[in-house]
């Protein structure tokens, strides 16, 4: 079947161009520079007139809760809702329950995927202080890095063994993301609060940035960082959270020259102390949404190029879960639904241009974690495409959010952006409002 999406502003590869894309099946066949005028030969011929049409998000962080936490969240509400987000792929997180720290158990959670994952697919590798020696065993175009929690978060799999930790980074064959918050101080940062507070066993969450402290991230994404230097390992330090951390990267902008990325989340993007006073233990994560200097320099910084990848860290729980406040209330936030068009809100601010949204959200996963013929509009490729519109004006309310758990911390916000389509391998998974049934993605391949 032969699909015309035409004249879109297609964003691609560092340029925009009014013109045309041909689907055949799962495929892009052809790019054109202009629109077409005969369209009368495509089986199905989608006016993009006035939208823009970009590569599908490639969301290199989500936690998706299935198995084992699926009162929260499971793969098929949450692919749902990244479809409605203009998310095509994304890789998952092992904090599970239980967590994916064997071949065994990574197998399983592909099984689930295939059957019910309405986008494509890919899900990390956990480490543990005791599975090293599993690392040299996995398969490199079917696991597309390993996580490490060199901090304690949801799931509790911190790496905290030296030993461990430098065995991990010496036989990783695969990239690994780092969660990194110093243990040691988040501790200390505690028991100083415990003192403060006479005992009591929780604080206003508007503390946890400073229990959960810069200097807590700063100290572990440098161990990192010296440990990747020593060993030659391939790292990604994920969710970047402070200003302070910037310094220990690169402004290199070609993500294929880096042997140490980074990634920051909408989160921190999006969000900052101040919001704390509003939206309270909803915009509670780790690492802590920090102050608004530090969401401004990491604004900055997805220009400039020390941060390589936006993704969500999309990692529902329930409302009542979030209950409490620096140490009770869960940590994490539903954000797969909101991430493109908070990006797209952030370029219309002119923090960057739509071209390097382009580039942190689809392009760099694609090239970081080589995923096979995704990530660009290429002829040849997945026909994985978004079309947004950029001047729908509209506000997020109940019954336009999609993820199980059943709130957002976008809430009553409104978008100048909206995701009008999805195409997830040349089909359409979401179209205005409605996610496609029966829509399954595939397992995503990397070219090791
Ligand atoms: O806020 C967070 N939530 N940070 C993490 O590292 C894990 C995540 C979760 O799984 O809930
Ligand atoms: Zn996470």
Redesign the pocket.
């Known amino acids: 079947m032969l699909t015309l999406i035409n004249n879109a502003t297609i964003v691609n590869e560092g340029r925009q161009f009014v013109g045309a894309v041909v689907i055949d099946g799962e495929y892009i066949i052809d790019v054109l520079q202009q629109p077409l005028a005969d369209t009368e030969h495509f089986d199905n011929v989608v006016d993009a007139t006035g939208l823009y049409l970009l590569p599908g998000v490639i969301d290199d962080h989500v ?1 998706f809760r299935e198995p084992g936490l699926t009162h929260k969240a499971d793969i098929a509400t949450e692919s749902r809702t990244a479809a409605a987000g203009g998310v095509t792929s994304y890789m998952e997180m092992p ?1 599970t329950l239980p967590p994916t720290t064997t071949p065994d158990l990574l197998a399983e959670k592909h099984r689930l995927a295939e059957e019910k994952s309405r986008v494509n697919y890919s899900f990390f590798f956990g480490t543990t202080n005791e599975n090293a020696y599993l690392l040299p065993t996995l398969d490199v175009h079917h696991v597309p890095g390993i996580k490490i929690f060199m901090g304690s ?3 509790n799999m911190l790496v905290d063994d030296d030993d461990a930790l430098r065995q991990i980074f010496l036989s990783s064959p695969v990239r690994i993301v780092a ?1 990194c918050e110093d243990d040691r101080i988040i501790q200390q940062n505690i028991a100083e609060f415990r003192r403060k507070y006479k005992g009591q066993n929780d604080f206003p969450v508007r503390y946890h940035s400073r229990i959960r402290s810069i200097e807590a991230c700063y100290e572990s994404s440098a161990k990192a960082v010296a440990l990747a230097r020593d060993t030659g390992a391939r790292l990604h330090v994920a969710h970047v959270s402070s200003a302070r951390e910037l310094e220990l990267f690169s402004d290199e902008l070609d993500v294929t020259q880096k042997q140490i990325t980074a990634e920051a989340v909408i989160a921190h993007l999006m969000f900052s102390t101040e919001d704390y006073d509003h939206l309270g233990a909803k915009i509670k ?2 690492p802590a949404v920090k102050t608004p200097e530090d969401r401004e320099a990491l604004r900055e910084a997805l220009a400039m190029g020390q941060i390589d990848v936006v993704a969500t ?1 999309h ?1 529902p ?1 329930l409302l009542r879960e979030k209950e409490g406040g620096a140490l009770k209330a ?3 936030m539903p954000m797969i639904q909101f991430s493109l068009v908070s990006m797209l809100e952030l370029s219309d601010q002119g923090y960057f241009p739509v071209e390097r949204v382009v580039q942190l959200m689809c392009h760099n996963p694609a090239l970081l974690y080589h995923i096979d013929r995704r990530g660009f509009i290429r002829k040849g490729y997945y026909a994985d495409l978004v079309l947004v519109d950029p001047t729908a004006n509209w506000q997020v309310l109940s019954g336009r959010y999609y993820t199980k758990c059943g709130w957002t911390p976008m809430d009553e916000r409104t978008f100048k952006w909206r995701v009008r389509r999805t195409f997830v391998n040349g089909k359409t998974a979401y179209a205005d409002g409605i996610v496609v049934d029966g829509i399954r993605g595939m397992a995503l391949k990397f070219d090791a």
Do not use: K
């Open positions: 936690h904090n978060s949801t799931g969660h994560c780790n860290d990692a729980h869960a940590s994490g």
